[in-house]
Nanobody, 127 residues
Framework: QVQVVESGGGLVQAGESLRLTCTVS????????MGWFRQAPGKEREGVSC????????YYADSVKGRFTISRDNVKNTLYLEMNSLKPEDTAMYYC????????????????????WGKGTLVTISS
């Protein structure tokens, strides 16, 4: 059974930083592409950042480029999202997806496809 668990969300002020963590079990983590997605109230879910199995290919939404950094540790089966210079518009539920569509990542997109999802971690940025 695949389990995806996010942590690290919280309430911070604009300009501050947070580090999200996603741990995965039940699949061969090192073989799959991973992604962070977010959904704000009243908005559709969007792909924030994705990374291929090796970490050499990444995608960032334009809204987070230069502020967020995705990384992974294939020994610890863990995915990270370092979020700096946070803005109120970053407020959302952040979800980790395991096994995203690699083909679309290599084409420059971040699509979840038939990924396994975590329950999310809430990030709230106050102004």
């Amino acid at each position: 059974q695949v389990q995806v668990v996010e942590s690290g969300g919280g309430l911070v002020q604009a300009g501050e930083s947070l580090r999200l963590t996603c741990t995965v079990s039940g699949l061969t983590f090192a073989n799959v592409a991973m992604g962070w997605f977010r959904q704000a109230p009243g908005k559709e879910r969007e792909g924030v950042s994705c990374i291929n199995w090796s970490g050499r290919t990444t995608y960032y939404a334009d809204s987070v480029k230069g502020r967020f950094t995705i990384s992974r540790d294939n020994v610890k089966n863990t995915l990270y999202l370092e979020m700096n210079s946070l803005k109120p518009e970053d407020t959302a539920m952040y979800y980790c997806a395991a096994g995203i569509a690699s083909s679309t990542l290599y084409a420059g997109r971040c699509d979840a496809g038939t990924a396994y999802w975590g329950k999310g971690t809430l990030v709230t940025i106050s102004s």
